[in-house]
């Protein structure tokens, strides 16, 4: 069956620097691909999707990519803030589950 | 887009209860979905709600246990049956995310049973 990996433990970036999180599934490749920003006490809020045909998508600081080769997505957010500490999640549209998350990498912005 | 108002947003509630969580979307939606969330987990999908329909609950769920109704396109219910420790959870409802559609949830219910 599919299995999405992240990395559990909580990734610590100092403030302004680039902060990349890594998102690998097995099996086959999905036909998209989505990330979502997950705050304490609060569900999981979209944020981008890329498509299996597209290589990098952008939105202000955060930029996706996809690589199916590795079955790997990256996940990076430039200029890091400290409002930028949350949990996030990589999620796939797997048939016929439908929307099934990783564990989701817990990032810390530090000042 | 869709706004998804879901209560209670905390409980703590005695074993072998049952609680009630609700689910409000401001559009018609044809699926909703419940999930849950362990501590340290991912989210964890039960069952898809169709309007008009039995749901269709996911491996390790059973309807004894987590019995939902879908009254109309706007609405939906979640119990949590025989309530024990381990259910424990934060459960969170949702709608969309499909193919290239973004998912929506609402703010989840922290459950505590004691």
């Known amino acids: 069956s599919q299995k999405i990996e992240q990395n559990s433990e909580a990734l610590n970036i100092q403030e302004g620097k680039t902060a990349t999180l890594t998102c690998n599934y097995t099996?086959?490749?999905?036909?998209?691909l989505q990330w979502y920003r997950q705050d304490p006490g609060r569900g999981p809020v979209f944020l981008l999707l890329?498509?299996?045909?597209?290589k990098e998508k952008r939105k202000e600081r955060l930029k996706v990519t996809f690589d199916t080769t590795l079955k790997q997505s990256l996940f990076h957010i430039t200029a890091s803030q400290p409002a930028d500490s949350a949990t996030y999640l990589c999620a796939l549209d797997i048939f016929p589950v439908g929307l099934t998350f990783g564990k989701g990498t817990h990032l810390i912005i530090q000042p | 887009s869709a706004v998804i108002s879901q209560k209670p947003s905390r409980d703590i509630c005695q074993r072998g209860t049952s609680l009630t969580i609700q689910c409000q979307v401001d559009s018609q939606v044809t699926m909703m979905f419940w999930y849950r969330q362990q501590p340290g987990q991912s989210l964890t999908l039960i069952a898809t709600a169709n309007q008009g329909s039995e749901a269709t609950y996911e491996s390790g769920f059973v309807i004894d246990k987590f019995p939902i109704s879908r009254p109309n396109l706007t609405f939906s219910t979640l119990t949590v049956s025989n309530m024990s420790p381990e259910d424990s959870s934060i459960y969170l409802c949702?709608?969309?995310?499909?193919?290239?559609?973004?998912?929506?949830f609402g703010q989840g219910t922290r459950l505590t049973v004691v």
């Open positions: 890329i498509r299996e045909n597209e």
């Open positions: 949702s709608v969309g995310g499909l193919g290239d559609a973004e998912a929506f």
């Open positions: 099996n086959y490749s999905p036909a998209y």
